[in-house]
Every structure is written in C-alpha cells, then in structure tokens.
C-alpha cells in the first residue's frame, strides 16, 4: 500500500511540476490574443480605463484653472489696492512739494521783515 501511495504522489508531483513549467513558459497575452471575445473584452475596458483616465485629467486640469484663475483675481485686486495707494501718495508728495516751493518763495521776504523789525527793535 505504501508502494502505491508512493507512486500516485509522485505521479501528481510530476503532473503538477510540468503543468506550472508549462505555465511559466506560456505568456497569459499569448493566449488571450487568438480568442476575439477575450481580445475585444480587453480592448473596450482598455478604452474605458483610458476614458476615465481623461476625465479625471480634465476635471483636475479645470480644478487647477480655477485656482489660478482665484489667485489672478486676488492679485489683480492687490494691484489695485497698491495703484491707489502710489496714487494717494503721489498726490501728497505734489502737495508737499508746492508747499515748499512756496515757502521758499516767500522765505526771502520774511526774512526782510524780520531784519526790519530786528533793526528797529535796537
């Protein structure tokens, strides 16, 4: 009985053996290729897998569109906000600088007056 035994499971161990050699020698793409239905099935979720893969491309391409086009807003709004300021700040200056022109044009007379009246002081 051992004899027996012996020799079914060595039979299966050689049977098992060949068949995973045989399966590590054949490519699985190999056997798809010669059945259509298989071939077909493959290429239609190929297409699918790359349908899916464009649109979420394109929803995450948009995504970033909108927040490009957010920061674009918010600097052109920055832009503003500083233009008005340079503009306020322009003005004073021009403000300041009449003034001063005309400090100094009246500061010769004054300081006449004030020569006048320190003479007359004495």
Not at 74 to 92: G, M, P, T, V, W
Request: charged share 30%; glycine share 2%; hydrophobic share 40%.
């Amino acid at each position: 009985m051992e004899g027996k035994a012996w020799k079914h499971l060595s039979w299966f161990l050689l049977v098992f053996d060949s068949f995973f050699t045989g399966l590590s020698n054949a490519s699985f793409t190999d056997c798809a290729k010669h059945d259509p239905v298989v071939n077909e099935d493959i290429e239609k979720h190929f297409a699918e897998l790359l349908t899916e893969e464009l649109k979420l491309r394109e929803v995450e391409g948009l995504e970033i569109q909108q927040h490009v086009d957010m920061a674009l807003l918010e600097a052109k709004k920055l832009a503003s906000q500083y233009q008005k300021e340079a503009d306020k700040c322009n003005s004073s200056m021009e403000t300041c600088e009449e003034a001063r022109e005309k400090a100094e044009e009246a500061l010769p007379a004054q300081m006449k007056l004030t020569t006048m009246w320190e003479i007359r002081a004495c």
